[in-house]
């Protein structure tokens, strides 16, 4: 059974505008959350995480929220641009340092 | 500028026939992970390994063996490939103590005819 749920399969956004990106959760016991985005034949590359001591937090225009009582997350870019176009996974573990399950992506176009 | 090297980077071979894919870091990290991944679906993780002699396996249930006998490689082994292992497979590794940060490589793509 899936654990981390990204139900938006794609996404497509006109550049400078603001990207959301959606993740759900089951497992109440992770509490370390993470984004990572990929290119096409490229390996995933991390941009972002959260612990659940936080909700929220920033780095430049990625902003991650965290909401544990809903078991959701979200990846806020703004402005979009051209450059992130993607595809972006959700991860998220239980326990520092052990493993990690991953979400099926979501395929994001920053249209300019 | 990649820290973590996976070869080949695309492979197509027959039935039956026995494949490593290397991986290899630079980092000095102690952990090392394989993913599995199918077109649109979720990275499965099939191996992992906490350092050197340690392999353990990952939910999804794999044919595949792997080996730590160094600290910066992590081999991955099919002993006989067959068409249901056609798939991409990631190799990752992290930190001990930051081992919530994985770096990945670039994937290995595998084609079994």
């Known amino acids: 059974d899936q654990q981390v749920k990204q139900n938006s399969p794609s996404l497509s956004v006109q550049e400078g505008r603001i990207s959301i990106l959606n993740c759900d959760y089951t497992?109440?016991?992770?509490?370390?959350f993470l984004w990572y985005k990929k290119y096409p034949a490229e390996g995933p590359t991390f941009l972002i995480s959260?612990?659940?001591?936080?909700d929220k937090n920033e780095d430049g225009r990625f902003t991650v929220f965290l909401n544990k009582s809903a078991k959701h997350l979200s990846l806020h870019i703004v402005p979009s641009q051209p450059g992130d176009s993607a595809v972006y996974f959700c991860?998220?573990?239980?326990?520092?340092?052990?493993?990690?399950?991953f979400g099926t992506g979501t395929s994001l176009t920053v249209i300019p | 500028e990649a820290d973590i090297y996976q070869t080949p980077r695309y492979l197509v071979i027959g039935t039956g026939k026995k494949i490593t894919l290397e991986c290899s870091q630079t980092?000095?990290?102690?952990?090392m992970y394989w993913y599995q991944q199918d077109p649109g679906m979720e990275l499965h993780l099939i191996h992992y390994?906490?350092?050197?002699?340690?392999?353990e396996k990952g939910d999804l249930s794999s044919e595949s063996t792997v080996s730590r006998i160094r600290t910066e490689h992590f081999p991955l082994t099919l002993e006989s490939a067959r068409p249901s292992h056609t798939s991409q497979y990631l190799c990752?590794?992290?930190?001990?103590?930051?081992?919530?940060?994985?770096?990945f490589g670039a994937g290995s793509r595998l084609t079994v005819l």
């Open positions: 990752a590794s992290s930190p001990f103590f930051r081992a919530n940060v994985l770096t």
């Open positions: 497992n109440s016991m992770f509490d370390y």
């Open positions: 959260i612990s659940s001591i936080k």
């Open positions: 991860a998220a573990s239980a326990v520092m340092g052990n493993q990690f399950y």
């Open positions: 980092m000095g990290h102690d952990k």
């Open positions: 390994s906490y350092g050197v002699n340690s392999t």
